[in-house]
């Protein structure tokens, strides 16, 4: 019997300035900022707000993670109803555990995790009811999860018969190899590359939608942040640019037009 399909569901930036962050996003992306109080004893998280509905949260980087020398960066949540299975089915299938499963007061069971290739996602086992699917174009939300990796079709088998994600067509992409694009459920996907040169890690890269790319590029600049590629239109009409946040997590933008 086929895998039911398990999408990221959450997105979360771990930044050296949360204030900043918080800031920045909102008035890049047009989130509203809610502190988030319901797990107490936990540090300090704001969820990101697209009307009522949250979509992401920021928190400051642990100290372990700083040592380490990890740099601020987005990091997806991938639903699961039970972490501890999927934690375990996920080593079986070579990859690899950063944090094993644990609770989170009042959120839910998590787990922090890497495929064989080394990109790094979570667990999480929420408490609550799933929330209603939202179009995957809706703005403020994230339309596209692409994947930056050592070998594009072991991660695509690794993804897919972990979590019933589904082959939604390849593309030639000349000297940049192929491009493997996905379905993770409704009104979820992407695609997986292998990576260019000047990207060192395998690593996930998160677009969330706007209404205009143009105008949110700009946006980013006038707001300290950096345009690394783009503003360049995608295959379906899209339009996209890839960004840097002033504390140097890496994004992405979206939009329908130009």
């Not at 920021?58 to 601020?72: F, I, N, R, S, Y």
């Not at 600049?221 to 640019?241: Q, Y």
């Amino acid at each position: 019997m086929p895998k039911s399909p398990m999408p990221f569901f959450w997105y979360e930036l771990m930044t050296s300035d949360l204030d900043a962050a918080e800031a920045f996003y909102t008035k890049v992306v047009g989130w509203t900022a809610q502190p988030f109080d319901k797990a107490p004893g936990m540090p300090r998280y704001t969820v990101m707000n697209v009307g009522e509905r949250g979509v992401g949260g920021l928190m400051t980087m642990p100290e372990d993670v700083k040592k380490m020398g990890a740099p601020p960066a987005w990091l997806g949540y991938i639903h699961t109803k039970d972490v501890d299975a999927a934690t375990k089915s996920l080593k079986a299938a070579g990859g690899g555990v950063h944090c094993e499963p644990s609770d989170i007061p009042g959120v839910g069971r998590f787990a922090v995790v890497a495929d064989p290739q080394g990109a790094t996602f979570m667990f999480l086992q929420p408490n609550g009811p799933d929330q209603p699917v939202v179009p995957a174009s809706t703005p403020g939300h994230i339309g596209w999860h692409e994947l930056y990796t050592s070998d594009w079709k072991a991660a695509f088998d690794f993804y897919s018969g972990q979590f019933g994600w589904t082959n939604a067509g390849e593309f030639d992409m000349g000297p940049m190899g192929t491009y493997q694009t996905f379905t993770a459920g409704p009104e979820s996907g992407g695609g997986i590359m292998n990576k260019p040169a000047q990207i060192p890690v395998p690593v996930w890269q998160f677009y969330f939608n706007v209404t205009g790319i143009d105008a949110a590029a700009k946006r980013v600049t006038d707001n300290g942040g950096h345009i690394l590629m783009g503003p360049m239109e995608v295959p379906g009409g899209s339009w996209i640019v890839q960004c840097q946040d002033p504390q140097g997590a890496h994004f992405a933008l979206m939009a329908p037009v130009r």
